[in-house]
C-alpha cells in the first residue's frame, strides 16, 4: 500500500477514534512547533523535520532523507509518538520525563517513543512545551553530537579553505597562457633599433672614400 501524499491523507485512511486522537497530538505539536521545521510524510508517518535547504547532509542513516525531528502514527496495538528532538539530548528527555510523571498520566517510553492507547492518557500541553522549547539550531547541535563518528562529514576550517583557494590560483596562474607583445611595443622597439641602422651605413661610406 502506497505511503499517504500528506498529514490530511494520512487522518483520512484511519478508523474515526484513532483519527480524532491522531488530530488532536498533530495539533499539540504544530501549536508548539518553531520555525525551520517542516511536515511531511516521512517512513510512512505523519512527520516534521529539518528540510534539506536548511542542512543539506540530511539524516545520517539516510541522506536522501531530512533530519526526522519528532513524528506520529497509528499502529496495530498502540498509537505512538516519536520524539526524536529528546532522543538526541539527554537533558531534555530527563525533563520531559520528569514532568510527565508530575501528571499521573502512565508513561510507556522507549528511547524515544511513547506508546499509548487513548488520547486522554497523553499530557498535550506537555506535548506542545517540548517541541516549543527545541528550536532548529539547538536541535542541529545536539544531533551532530550523536552523530557516528564514521557518518560525520568533516568540514574544512578556515585554514584549510584558504590553502584550497592559493592552490587554485597558482594552478590558474600556470595553466594561464602568456601574453603576447602588445603591437604598440613591438612598433616601438623597431622604432629604437633604427637609428643603429644608419650610424652603420654611414660608417660603411666614409671607409669607401
Known amino acids: 500500500m502506497p505511503a499517504p501524499a500528506n498529514a490530511k491523507a494520512y487522518l ?3 478508523p474515526e477514534d484513532r483519527r ?19 511536515e511531511g510524510i516521512q517512513y510512512g508517518m505523519i512527520g516534521w523535520h529539518v528540510p534539506h535547504s536548511r542542512y543539506p547532509d540530511g539524516y545520517h542513516c539516510d541522506p536522501k532523507q531530512p533530519v526526522p525531528f519528532a513524528s506520529i502514527a497509528s499502529q496495530k496495538k498502540h498509537m505512538g509518538l516519536y520524539l526524536f528532538c529528546i532522543y538526541t539530548d539527554a537533558k531534555e528527555s530527563a525533563r520531559f520525563v520528569k514532568a510527565w510523571k508530575k501528571t499521573g498520566k502512565k508513561l510507556d517510553m522507549g528511547k524515544s517513543c511513547i506508546r499509548f492507547k487513548s488520547i486522554d492518557d497523553v499530557p498535550l500541553d ?15 547541535r545536539e544531533y551532530e553530537k550523536v552523530i557516528p563518528a564514521s557518518k560525520r562529514k568533516k ?10 583557494k592559493k592552490k ?8 594561464a597562457p602568456k601574453k603576447k607583445a602588445a603591437p604598440k611595443k613591438k612598433a616601438a622597439a623597431k622604432r629604437k633599433a633604427a637609428p643603429k641602422k644608419k650610424a652603420v651605413a654611414k660608417k660603411k661610406t666614409t671607409r669607401r672614400r
Do not use: C, H, Q
Open 12 to 14: 483520512d485512511s484511519l
Open 20 to 38: 480524532n486522537a491522531m488530530r488532536k497530538l498533530r495539533a499539540a505539536i504544530n501549536k508548539g512547533l518553531p520555525k525551520g521545521y517542516k
Open 126 to 140: 506537555l506535548v506542545t512545551e517540548t517541541i516549543a522549547r527545541i528550536p532548529v539550531d539547538a536541535f542541529l
Open 155 to 164: 568540514k574544512a576550517t578556515p585554514k584549510k579553505k584558504a590553502a584550497s
Open 168 to 175: 587554485k590560483a597558482a594552478a590558474k596562474k600556470k595553466a
